[in-house]
């Protein structure tokens, strides 16, 4: 039966037998100790393996780049263009002040910046418009603290401005100090100016009657030549770019020194007319601030400000052209004129409404001062020996 089995001449069945290299890595894993859970060796983890806190956010640090010298003049005189025009002040004014908060302002780039404030001052009326009053004052304010930036002549056309923008803007206050501190500084203006000579007399004279001697430019013209002024400012430097003007042949000594001579005269004779139109600008100003401050006396309390002001301005009538003059002359008789109808009302007190310079006015003219008069009250001179 055995001998007929299909299976009967194969070996007997064996039991699977494990793989020698789990059975040898068992029995080295056997023959160890065992490992502690815990271990004093730090665990290091990768960077990708940390999960970013929720609600933590990665923060750049902004980089900033520093404009170039080129770039700050194309922008100045990008903004030299439309300073000019009323609308645009407001927003042009700002990107001034971001260029002087920034530090871009100094004696490199003064040049093209005082450009800048000859576009915005063209027509000084508009330094006292009430739309845009803060924001020259603001521009000029910020102006004022970079003065050392600029040359002689222009700082003392910024101080021109100034008296358009800032003095004749005080005057406009209802702040006391305020008025009186601008009264004060148009004062000083007067007291600085020279006498005014026979013939600027006749200059203006001839102007008034027969017009500017040029044709007076409207402001659209004006801007154009700003912005023409702007863009070919730096084309000067290239008009030689292949240095073809030192193989022409040299002229003489004497031609050189007449062409000197020529050019120191027109020189002297440029900065004399700019001196003579600083001067009348100076002057027109001071006019101004007195028109707006004689607005004024309606206000009680500005009413013995202005008559000191309006007094000295008359009293220096001579530092004034003839017709700057009688505008002062005209000032001065209305100031007149307005105290009478002060002085013939009453005031709640049953008094004469005067004001206290009219007052001590009146009390001084009658004192007589003698400096031969006794020192002591009563006319003794009991004062003698204290005086030494």
């Known amino acids: 039966m055995a001998k007929d089995s299909l299976f009967g001449g194969l070996p007997p069945p064996v039991a699977p037998q ?44 902004p980089t900033t780049m520093e404009a170039s010298s080129e770039q700050v003049v194309e922008a100045m005189a990008k903004i030299a263009i439309h300073i000019g025009n009323p609308g645009k002040f407001s927003k042009a004014s700002k990107l001034v002040l971001q260029l002087l908060q920034a530090g871009s302002v100094n004696l490199d ?39 050392e930036c600029f040359s002689g002549a222009q700082r003392m056309q910024i101080e021109v401005w100034e008296l358009w923008v800032l003095v004749a803007n005080d005057l406009y206050t209802d702040d006391t100090f305020v008025f009186s501190k601008a009264s004060s500084r148009v004062r000083q203006v007067i007291d600085s100016l020279p006498e005014a000579t026979e013939e600027e007399n006749l200059l203006e004279m001839r102007d008034t009657i027969e017009g500017p001697t040029l044709p007076e430019e409207s402001l659209s013209d004006r801007r154009g030549n700003v912005e023409l002024q702007c863009t070919t400012s730096n084309t000067e430097e290239e008009s030689d770019p292949f240095g073809l003007n030192a193989l022409l042949p040299k002229v003489s000594k004497k031609e050189e020194r007449a062409r000197r001579k020529l050019e120191e005269e027109a020189t002297s004779k440029k900065a004399q007319e700019e001196a003579r139109g600083l001067l009348r600008e100076q002057r027109e100003a001071v006019l101004n601030c007195l028109k707006l401050a004689a607005d004024h006396y309606k206000v009680q309390w ?87």
């Open 109 to 147: 780039t003064a040049e093209p910046f005082f450009r800048i404030l000859k576009a915005a001052m063209l027509c000084p009326s508009h330094a006292t418009d009430a739309a845009l009053r803060s924001d020259y004052q603001a521009l000029f304010n910020a102006v004022h603290e970079k003065l």
């Open 302 to 388: 500005a009413q013995t400000i202005i008559d000191i002001l309006v007094k000295h301005a008359y009293d220096n009538a001579l530092k004034f052209t003839s017709v700057q003059r009688n505008a002062i002359e005209n000032l001065w008789t209305s100031v007149r004129e307005q105290q009478m109808r002060r002085k013939q009302g009453k005031s709640s007190s049953s008094k004469l409404d005067v004001t206290s310079f009219e007052r001590l006015q009146h009390q001084y003219s009658r004192e007589t001062i003698s400096i031969r008069r006794a020192v002591g009250s009563s006319g003794e001179r009991s004062a003698e020996q204290w005086l030494g």
């Open 18 to 61: 494990p793989n020698s290299t789990t059975t040898s890595a068992a029995s080295r894993a056997d023959s160890k100790p065992p490992i502690p859970l815990t271990s004093a060796a730090p665990i290091t983890k990768r960077a990708g393996d940390a999960k970013p806190k929720e609600g933590k956010r990665v923060r750049f640090q």
